[in-house]
C-alpha cells in the first residue's frame, strides 16, 4: 500500500463524465465543453480556490483532444524550462504532428518575463497554453498574456459534490473498497477539508488507514480525535489563506486596529505575499472608507507602490502603518453601494440612450440632428453649476448616490441639497 499515489491521485477523473462539479463549464451544453468537443480550443486562465479541480480539467482536455500535455508549475519552473517546452512543440509542428497543451499551475506566480516568455508560442498557436491561478488575473497575469486568453471561474465545490466524491471513493478505489466503511456524519470532514477535494480525499485516506479493522464508522467526533490538526498553522493555499484574509479585512472595515494588525501579524508569519495584502487594503481603502477620508486611498496605493519596491522584512512597518491608519479611519461604504445601484439600474433598463444635449457631435450631421444641442456649459454659470439632467429620459430623477454618515460626506451632502434642492434631498 506504501507505493501506492495517495488516494485524490487515485481517483483523479479520466474523462469529463467523470469530473466533478464546474457544470456551468463542462456539463452537457455548457461552453467548454463545446469547445472541448469542437476540437477549437484557445489557450485559457483557469481561475479558482484550490481543490476544485484546475489540473484535472486541464489533463482531461488533452487526453480528450489527444494532445501532448506540458506541464510546469511556476513555483519551480523559470523562463528555460518555458523555452524547452516551447522548442520541443515547435519541432512538433515541423515533423506536421499535434500540437501540445501547456499547462501551468500557479502562473500567478510567474513574474513578468517568465509570462513574456510565453507571449510568442501562445500567439503563433505553437502551444495552447492553460493556466491555473488561486488569485484575480487581472492583477497577477500581464495584459499582452491575458488578452490572448479566454478567463474561465471555477467555482467552489458544492456539499454533495464532495460527498459524491467520498462515497466513489469508497467504493470503487482498489485499496478502500477492501473495508467496510459507513460514513454516518461527514459535517466534520467537510470542514477540514475547507471545500477542498484533494485535501477530502487526503484526510479520508489517512483517517481510513489509522483503523486497523475491517469495518468503519466516521462520526465527527471519531473524525476530529483522529485527524491530526494543525489548523492554527497558516495555510496560504488552503481554507486558512481565505479565512485569515477575511478576519484581516473585518477588522479594519469594524475599526478594530488591535485585530487588523494580529491578522497581519498571522499572514505574515505565514509567508504570506505582502503585494497580496496590500493589494486587499487597497479595495477596503475604496469599499469600505470610500470618500469619508479620500485620503485613504492614497496612503494605501502608496503603501502597495512601496511594498513592491522595498520588499521583506522592511515592508511589515509600512503594512502595519497603513493598516492602523484604515482601521483607525471614519469609514463608508456610500461609493460601493452607488455602484452596486448604477449596476442594477443598468441592467434592468439596459441600453438607455444618451440623452442628445449630452452626445458628442464632432460632425456637422450630429449637430444638424440635434447632438449636443441645448448642452450648458457648467463654467459659464455663476458657482461653476448649472441645473440639468444627466441621465436617460426613462430614469430621470432617479437617486443612485447616497451619501455616508460622516463628516466628508455630510458636508458634500449640504452642497448637493443647496445646489440641486430636492433632487439631492437626503
Not at 146 to 169: F, G, M, N, P
Not at 303 to 319: D, H, K, R
Request: charged letters at 25%.
Amino acid at each position: 500500500m506504501n507505493n501506492l499515489p495517495p488516494l485524490a491521485e487515485r481517483m483523479r477523473p479520466k474523462s469529463l463524465d467523470d469530473y466533478v462539479g464546474q457544470k456551468h463549464l463542462v456539463g452537457k451544453g455548457a461552453v467548454l465543453r463545446k469547445a472541448i468537443e469542437s476540437g477549437s480550443l484557445p489557450s485559457m486562465i483557469f481561475w479558482g480556490p484550490p481543490g476544485v479541480g484546475k489540473t484535472t480539467l486541464a489533463y482531461i482536455i488533452s487526453q480528450s483532444l489527444y494532445r501532448p500535455f506540458f506541464s510546469l508549475s511556476a513555483i519551480n519552473s523559470g523562463v528555460k524550462d518555458v523555452r524547452e517546452v516551447i522548442e520541443k512543440a515547435s519541432v512538433l509542428r515541423e515533423q506536421g504532428e499535434v500540437l501540445p497543451i501547456l499547462f501551468i499551475d500557479e502562473i500567478h506566480r510567474f513574474s513578468k518575463s517568465q509570462q513574456d516568455s510565453l507571449l510568442g508560442a501562445v500567439e503563433r498557436g505553437i502551444v495552447t497554453l492553460i493556466g491555473a491561478t488561486t488569485e484575480n488575473p487581472s492583477f497577477e497575469v500581464i495584459s499582452a498574456l491575458l488578452s490572448r486568453c479566454q478567463v474561465y471561474i471555477l467555482k467552489h465545490l458544492e456539499e454533495q459534490d464532495l460527498l459524491d466524491l467520498l462515497t466513489k471513493a469508497a467504493l470503487e478505489d482498489e485499496v478502500l473498497k477492501q473495508r467496510k466503511i459507513n460514513i454516518k456524519e461527514h459535517e466534520a470532514l467537510l470542514r477540514l477539508s475547507g471545500g477542498d477535494a484533494r485535501k477530502l480525499l487526503n484526510i479520508f485516506e489517512l483517517l481510513v488507514n489509522s483503523f486497523d479493522k475491517k469495518s468503519i464508522t466516521l462520526t465527527n467526533d471519531v473524525v476530529l480525535d483522529h485527524v491530526q490538526q494543525n489548523m492554527a498553522l497558516y495555510d496560504k493555499t488552503g481554507e486558512q489563506h481565505y479565512d485569515i484574509i477575511s478576519a484581516f479585512i473585518k477588522s479594519m472595515r469594524g475599526s478594530d486596529p488591535n485585530g487588523a494588525v494580529y491578522w497581519l501579524a498571522r499572514m505574515i508569519a505565514g509567508g504570506e505575499d505582502p503585494i497580496f495584502i496590500a493589494r486587499r487594503m487597497l479595495i477596503l481603502a475604496s469599499e469600505d472608507i470610500g470618500n469619508a477620508n479620500p485620503n485613504a486611498l492614497l496612503l494605501a496605493q502608496s503603501c502597495f507602490n512601496a511594498v513592491q519596491v522595498i520588499g521583506m522584512p522592511e515592508s511589515q512597518l509600512i503594512l502595519s502603518q497603513t493598516v492602523i491608519y484604515l482601521a483607525t479611519s471614519a469609514k463608508s461604504n456610500s461609493a460601493t453601494t452607488a455602484i452596486g445601484t448604477a449596476m442594477s439600474l443598468v441592467k434592468q433598463t439596459g441600453d438607455l440612450p444618451v440623452p442628445l444635449h449630452l452626445r458628442n457631435a464632432p460632425t456637422k450631421l450630429m449637430k444638424n440632428i440635434g447632438y449636443g444641442k441645448n448642452y450648458q456649459y457648467a463654467h459659464n454659470f455663476e458657482g461653476n453649476f448649472v441645473n440639468q439632467d444627466f441621465l436617460p429620459e426613462a430614469i430621470r430623477g432617479t437617486k443612485i448616490y447616497e451619501p455616508g454618515n460622516n463628516g466628508r460626506e455630510n458636508e458634500s451632502k449640504e452642497r448637493l441639497k443647496k445646489l440641486w434642492g430636492d433632487r439631492y434631498k437626503y
